[in-house]
T-cell receptor, first 110, second 112 residues
């Protein structure tokens, strides 16, 4: 079945440093979605990427979808303490089941 | 438009008891998904339902777990004869179609 691998598992950064998490799928995806979960909270949808090579930005967050539609990345510029949480990618195959990566836990030291 | 509702938010059960978790999707959403999450781990897909139909239950344990989404009322995730290993957060999500999913606040199940 489809697998979605996400690295790194943990990332501790100093406030102001950049952060990147990477996502790789074993199969070609219809789209990829990113979610953020604050400690003790529930996942919240951030963005969806559909097109090959697509790049989208949300303020300090930059999302990329690979040319082969099998990998994606989320980059945060100049992290802030409000960025703390777990970032999940989730891949949708050409079907209807979303497969989540294991997530990257981001900790920001002020 | 209220978000996805889940209740109870916290549930404590003794080994061997039954746990019933409820999920009311957002208005207009016909797709419901259940996920399980262990502390500091990812979301594990359990089951995908539409009204009165189980579409994909490939993530559900074969025994003790069942799910339904009746024509009227919330979706129910039922765990019979709970064991300690069932302790986890159970999240429900809904979507209008095959796009972004809206998650509920989750039910934290503790099995004593």
């Amino acid at each position: 079945g489809q697998q979605v691998m996400q690295i790194p598992q943990y990332q501790h950064v100093q406030e102001g440093e950049d952060f990147t998490t990477y996502c790789n799928s074993s199969t070609t995806l219809s789209n990829i979605q990113w979610y953020k979960q604050r400690p003790g909270g529930h996942p919240v949808f951030l963005i969806q990427l559909v097109k090959s090579g697509e790049v989208k930005k949300q303020k300090r967050l930059t999302f990329q979808f690979g040319e082969a539609k099998k990998n994606s990345s989320l980059h945060i510029t100049a992290t802030q303490t409000t960025d703390v949480g777990t970032y999940f990618c989730a891949g949708l195959e050409y079907g209807n089941k979303l497969v989540f990566g294991a997530g990257t836990i981001l900790r920001v030291k002020s | 438009n209220a978000g996805v509702m889940q209740n109870p938010r916290h549930l404590v059960r003794r080994r061997g008891q039954e746990a019933r978790l409820r999920c009311s999707p957002m208005k207009g959403h016909s797709h419901v998904y259940w996920y399980r999450q262990l502390p500091e781990e990812g979301l594990k897909f359990m089951v995908y339902l539409q009204k009165e139909n189980i579409i994909d239950e490939s993530g559900m344990p074969k025994e003790r777990f069942s799910a339904e989404f009746p024509k009227e009322g919330p979706s129910i995730l039922r765990i019979q004869q709970v064991v300690r290993g069932d302790s986890a957060a159970y999240f429900c999500a809904s979507s209008p179609q095959y796009n972004e999913q809206f998650f509920g606040p989750g039910t934290r199940l503790t099995v004593l």
